[in-house]
């Protein structure tokens, strides 16, 4: 089955004895364990270069599925901060993204193709050796691979918007279009990583709501923040950096150019407010076995620290 991150609890929530008010509580609860440790955050520096050089090499493949790499670099960006360490080092990069994309393509039924990667004076991995790249992954992430995204929260944020009947739906759709837009290319801010998924995508409706119905934002705004769930001053926190990162213009290159999901819908409103148009899954089981390049018994990780570059000694 297709892992759906606007819907990551889909057993859940399509089960008999669910009520409406289940899913968003479970989400709420559970989100924190699908983020990156808040410590490791403060103390890494070095981990912003190394995600720099990693997004980079996400980028350079097309994706018919946009939500591919962005499950990726969640995976990455958890797993690296379980890690006591993750050097910048070129082999270990291209690595950690390739098993990422793998581990992504699994969840999301999507093709992968390591090819993509393998360019000539590049380092050159295996099946065999990504595998084993996979199960350490895995065991960082304790099995937790049905991500709680920013995504899982936009249908339930999006109904406190308000406005007349007969637009309502209208709208409501146009936001969430433009809002994952939003989600899909504030990725590659780091500093978005130390807010929690509802957050972030409380942000992006919001900003979303700024450019498509700016008459509408600051009652959309009080709504969003009389949510039990929501802390006020993390959210102006969060939007403040969503609509920082619109506003440097860094929302026009990244992995996902080619393959946003726009409707013309969404793309009708984005033009009006803006003035300019914007162009469980496969097995994760085998036999891990050191490949002719990587020599040595792969350690799984759990909750305890671990160097990446002893990974394979």
Known sequence: MEFDLENPLTSISSS?????KTTPLL??????????SPDFLKTSVSYALFRREAIKIVSQADY???????????????FASRLE?????????????MSCLSLASKMRNSDFSASDFQREGCFGFDEKTINRMEVMILHALQWRMRSITPFSFLEYFALSFDTTASELAVKQRALKSRAQDIIFKTQNEMKLLEFRPSAVAASALLAACQELFPLQFHSFERSISSCDCVNTDNLSRCLNHVQETIMCGCLTEDYTKSSIRRTPLSVLYWESASGKSES????????????????????????????VNNMFL
Do not use: C
């Open 16 to 20: 008999k004895d669910s009520d409406s």
């Open 27 to 36: 989400l709420f609860s559970s989100e924190s364990d699908h983020m990156p």
């Open 64 to 78: 018919s599925d946009p939500f591919l790499p962005y499950l990726a670099v969640n995976y990455m960006d958890r």
């Open 85 to 97: 360490n993750m050097e910048n080092k070129p082999w270990v990069v291209r690595l950690v993204v």
């Open 280 to 307: 469980e899954s496969n097995s994760l089981s085998g036999t891990i076995i050191a490949s002719d390049d990587v020599i040595g018994v792969a350690r799984p990780i759990k909750r305890q620290k671990t160097d």
